[in-house]
């Protein structure tokens, strides 16, 4: 299928016509058209181009365990792609086949470059512009009284020119995604010292050796000095199963650092089918069902592998550890697979549902026990990691087999689940997919652009119905009646977000026992009982009649690594910071609060016999919901770790030293828990703070929101007559966009 460049010309025929209307309607829904042309633009030729190889994206949270998937699958037991307790890969890896291995850096072109300079200062822009009108705001709202009625010789004094930081960081929330990303990136660059006209529009070849992830931490680490700079990597590989396939490995998409989950969501249109992982003890979190059944879609992805990863790590616990293990395996699979099956029914559409025939019954994986039985098979040592996990299993179930490689190849499940059910099968159905793909992605980015335009005319509509119906006196008259609805519903509103403080305060607490029952598992501090044989020696007798005698001694000690006590510990802390990073967005139900919230403001309208559009009203109220975001996690693992090899400098300890190990062990574990507890107060602090203060602010926000609405169309009232023709004009235009876009469409397919 060829490129429709006249698809893409009347596409930027709309996008002009959209422009003759920033005057009528919010601006944000015309950049958000252009912004959405000019990414499938890019990404159009490479995914209709059904001759090509089939390309599968790596996708997943931050800790959901891809890179330890694709070491397995593609590496055997090697450590090729950087593992690491925070995200190493800051742009994507493209790994495909290739006979000479190599590494490929590819850095931003100039032009690129320039783009994220300019969309950075686009949001400093935005951010002086939002700051001037929220004090603006503030100032006139100190000038008026409880009803809203202006105070005749005002002398009340707004406190202070400067906002505190949390209205700034919401600020900041309300721009466009794309401008933050820019913003981070172009911050990041300034702390490098890279001289960049020897860098931009180039790309460098790396020698490979067997540490991939120190070879590429310059270049895709946090602190990388070309990190900001880097477009994507490419990494060719002499691994068979990787022949007529391409691998891209994307950034998380939780990751912390904006930049790189816009990256993920972007390359995905690239992809042609997707393998989603997902971990086992926190299988299907929301954002993985929100990926699956609206990211995806949306780009043309109808082949999705929903993998459990980390599956050892969840029979380790106690609830399984009193069943044989094929039972409990057994059990623990039909349990995830049923969860997983009525979340997808419950958050989906019957035809969503549907699609997703690939994703369902989930895979269950273990990249460890493969990694650890491909390391045996070629005489090759264990990691601390590895032994660990594999003593726990054997401690919790007699039939583990941890020294056979063959079962512990079987219990991974990576052969058999991924490489033959999955894999072969999509090499073979190589054409189909990409003739799926290609259809699937067309249509959609059709619907999506319809839908936009949609959403545009019935904004103007409700535009131009206002300016033919109302002067300036009922606009403000209509305001006024608003702002009166709204107020009498404002105690009830408050009392929603406050109920969701108490709620959130219940959630959050839970957390607290979560991670007090995982202590245990990070106690044991392995000894070992060592004994060796010494020779000594001693001379009896006097003068001429001297003599040697030689004896042995047995010579026994315990002793234990001082890796094993830090290992523990970096794990329990790693573990702790996890469940409060991913339980966290449960503590809020947006959508939940959102659905009250816009109930009870249609029932405060009835009741006060106020007309009203539902889009005039309850429009404002998602995009002010928009701004309620969750505060991040901030604990430093290392601090714990760095402390015991601080008192403990040896690599091992001996006799009575390995229970003072023991007990200083103890003792950070318990420090840990301390810590945990009290950054999970400060969360909850901060979180109670931000929906009292949503709640207190909620309705004045709607109100101004809808404010501006007025105060635009009081403006367009200056020249109404030629508005209107502007307005009606405008409509007709986008009406005839849709249309002709539409019959267009039928074309590409």
């Known amino acids: 299928m060829e490129l429709n460049t006249t698809y893409f010309k009347k596409l930027h025929e709309i996008g002009k016509v959209l422009e ?20 499938v633009e890019e990404g159009w030729q490479d995914v209709v181009d059904t001759n090509r190889t089939l390309k599968i994206g790596i996708v997943g949270g931050v800790k959901a365990g891809k890179s330890s998937f694709l070491n397995a699958l593609l590496f055997r037991e090697r450590d090729i792609l950087p593992k690491a307790a925070t995200p190493m890969t800051a742009a994507l890896t493209k790994i495909s086949y290739s006979e000479t291995p190599y590494a490929k850096i590819v850095f931003y072109e100039d032009k690129d470059w320039n783009a994220i300079l300019q969309n950075a200062a686009t949001f400093d822009e935005r951010l002086e512009t939002a700051i001037a009108n929220e004090k603006k705001r503030r100032e006139e709202n100190a000038k008026k009284d409880v009803w809203g009625r202006k105070i005749q010789n005002n002398l009340v004094a707004v406190q202070g020119d400067s906002l505190d930081q949390y209205t700034i960081e919401r600020l900041k929330k309300n721009i466009d995604e794309e401008f933050r990303a820019c913003k981070e990136l172009a911050e990041m660059a300034d702390t490098r010292g890279v001289v960049l006209n020897t860098l931009l529009g180039s790309d460098q070849e790396i020698p490979l050796s067997d540490n991939l992830e120190a070879d590429l931490k310059e270049y895709v680490g946090a602190e990388g000095k070309y990190t900001p700079f880097v477009k994507y990597i490419e990494l060719g590989m002499n691994e068979p199963v990787l022949k007529d396939l391409e691998i891209i490995d994307t950034p998380g998409l939780n990751d912390p650092i904006v930049s790189r989950s816009i990256v993920t969501k972007r390359f995905l249109k690239n992809c042609d089918a997707a393998f989603l992982m997902s971990f086992c003890g926190q299988f299907m979190s929301a954002q993985d069902v929100t990926f699956l059944l609206k990211a995806l879609p949306q780009e043309g992805i109808g082949h999705v592998v929903l993998i ?41 559409s019957s035809s969503q549902g549907k699609r ?73 159905e190589r054409n189909r997919i990409l003739q799926e793909k290609s259809e699937d992605y067309i249509k959609q980015k059709e619907l999506g652009f319809l839908d936009k335009l949609n959403e545009i005319q019935k904004v103007a509509q409700q535009n131009l119905s206002d300016l033919e119906e109302l002067d300036k006196g009922e606009i403000l008259k209509k305001q006024r009646e608003i702002n009166q ?13 406050n109920e969701a403080a108490f709620d959130a305060k219940k959630q959050l607490k839970s957390i607290e026992h979560d991670i007090m029952g995982e202590q245990n598992r990070f106690r044991d501090v392995k000894s070992q009982d060592k004994v060796r044989n010494e020779d000594h020696s001693y001379t009896e007798g006097h003068l001429w009649w001297k003599k040697r005698r030689h004896y042995t001694v047995r010579v026994e000690w315990r002793e234990a690594s001082v ?62 919901m928009q701004e309620l975001t969750l505060p991040s996690v901030n604990v430093n693992v290392e601090k714990y770790v760095n402390e015991i090899e601080e008192a403990f400098p040896n690599n091992v300890v001996k006799d009575n030293d390995v229970e003072k190990l023991r007990l200083y062990l103890e003792k950070t574990l318990n420090q840990i828990l ?51 023709e502007n307005c009606k004009t405008f409509i007709q235009e986008v009406k005839q966009a849709k249309l002709s876009l539409s019959t267009m469409g039928k074309g590409t397919r």
Request: aromatic share 6%; net charge negative; proline share 3%.
């Open 674 to 724: 301390k810590d945990m507890e009290e950054e999970l107060n400060d969360l909850t602090e901060q979180i109670s703070s931000s929906l009292n203060q949503k709640a207190v602010l909620f309705v004045d926000q709607i109100q101004n929101k809808i404010q501006e609405s007025g105060n635009r169309l009081v403006r367009q009232l200056e020249e109404k007559e030629k508005n209107i």
């Open 356 to 428: 997703f025939t690939d994703a369902l019954p989930p895979v269950f994986i273990s990249s460890l026990l493969y990694t650890a039985a491909q390391k045996m098979k070629n005489h090759q040592p264990l990691s601390e990691e590895e032994k660990k996990s594999m003593d726990n299993l054997s401690k919790s179930y007699k039939d583990f087999e941890k020294d056979n490689p063959d079962f512990l190849l079987g219990m991974s499940n990576i052969d058999e689940g991924i490489r033959k059910k999955k894999l072969t099968i999509y090499k073979q």
């Open 308 to 348: 459990g990863s980390k599956f050892d790590s969840v029979l380790q616990e106690k609830s399984y550890a009193n069943l044989p293990l094929q039972r409990a395996a057994a059990q623990l699979v039909a349990k995830l697979s049923a969860a997983a099956k009525d979340t997808i029914q419950r958050n989906s």
């Open 20 to 39: 003759t209307g920033r005057s009528m309607i919010d601006e944000q829904y015309i950049d958000s058209f252009n912004l959405e042309l000019k990414q």
């Open 563 to 624: 890796a094993d006590a830090v290992m523990q510990a970096g794990d329990f802390a790693r573990e702790a910071k996890r469940h409060l990073e991913e339980d966290l967005q449960y503590a809020i139900s947006v959508d939940q609060i959102e659905g009250k919230l816009k109930k009870q403001i249609v029932n405060a309208f009835q009741e006060a016999n106020v007309p009203y559009e539902v889009e005039e009203i309850l429009g404002p109220v998602k995009l002010v």
């Open 485 to 497: 609805a709204l107020d009498l519903a404002r105690g009830t509103l408050e009392q929603t977000f």
